[in-house]
């Protein structure tokens, strides 16, 4: 297996061995996280609406609802 690193790390913009196993290591213990094309498409929506102008900050809701946050 480390022949088959040794052939390919550099081909993939590793610059050692070592690097290569230890971002392969990290993918292994903290998996990237595959979004749903829903979640994706709200992702989206929501974008869209902060660029519109059509989304409130949280401390604007606050003073609305009238909290101060000391609850």
Not at 20 to 26: C, G, K, M, Q, V
Not at 30 to 36: H, N
Not at 50 to 62: M, P
């Amino acid at each position: 297996m480390l022949e088959e690193i040794d052939n390919k790390y550099q081909r993939r913009g590793y610059t050692s061995r070592s690097e290569a196993i230890r971002d392969a290591l990290r993918d292994w213990v903290d998996p990237t996280v595959q979004l749903s094309e829903e979640t994706l498409e709200d992702l989206a929506a929501s974008r869209e609406q902060r660029e519109q102008g059509e989304t409130y900050s949280a401390n604007d809701v606050r003073t609305r609802l009238g909290l101060d946050g000391e609850e």
